[in-house]
Every structure is written in C-alpha cells, then in structure tokens.
C-alpha cells in the first residue's frame, strides 16, 4: 500500500512540474521574431543596419550607411551607390537604405537611417552593396 502511495505521490509530482515547465518554453521568443543585424566595411562603403520585425507586423529598420566612393558623377571615382540590399527568403529581397552622394544635392556620403516598413516576408538578412541606379 505505502508502495502504491508513492508511485501515485511521485507521479503527481512528476505531472505537476511538466504543467510549470509548459508556459516557460511557450514565452520563449520564437527565432522569427529576432532581430537581424549586419555590419560591414568594403572599398566602396561601409555601414550597420539592425532590422527589428514589430508587433503590427511592420520591421523597424536603423543604422547607417556610408559612400566611401563618392566621386562626382558615374566613374569618378566609382559612380555607383552603396547600400542594404534587404534579403527575404532565398529568392527574395528589396533594396533598402541606400546613399547616392553624387545625385543629392548636399552631397553627403554617410546617411543615417530610422523607419518602419512592412516586408512582403520577413528578413532574413542584409548585405552591403554597391548599386548603379
């Protein structure tokens, strides 16, 4: 009988902290809401970018990105543009924060950045690149 009463004692205890350890592993945040974060330098630009997905299903995206070829139009130095390129998926993407010093007309090669869009997918990445536009 005290057998069958600890068997029974122990299971009870068992049950008990399986129901604890159940909402510990569901508050856990999910990978999908994890922001994505990038930095890097290259002859042609440098920069970071932090892409944070929000609750009303928008990204907010902050950072900077730098020109270090500015030149004064196409080929002098480089005549291309530095930029995020925004990675959704493996087959997807958008060009995101971008710094064009020879076609503004400040002529600032480093550009600062703060705002939210809503991705067609979520991020998965971003890379620095060099556009010609």
């Known amino acids: 009988m ?10 009870a205890a ?9 909402p510990a592993s569901q508050a856990a945040p999910s990978a999908a809401s994890a922001c994505v974060t990038a930095a890097d330098q290259r002859s042609f630009g440098r920069g970071e970018i932090s892409l944070c997905p929000q609750s009303d299903g928008t990204t907010r995206v902050t950072g900077y990105v730098e020109d270090l070829l500015p030149g004064s139009g196409w080929g ?7 930029g995020w ?9 958008m060009i995101g924060p971008i710094v064009c010093p020879h076609f503004s007309s400040d002529h600032q090669a480093k550009k600062t ?5 809503k991705p067609a997918s979520p991020v998965t990445s971003a890379s620095l690149g060099a556009f010609s536009l």
């Open 85 to 93: 390129y925004l990675h959704m998926g493996p087959d997807d993407g």
């Open 2 to 11: 005290k057998s069958l009463a600890r068997t029974a004692a122990a299971a």
């Open 113 to 117: 950045f703060d705002y939210a869009f």
């Open 14 to 22: 068992a049950g008990a902290l399986t129901l604890l350890a159940a």
């Open 76 to 82: 002098a130095p480089d005549g291309r543009c530095a």
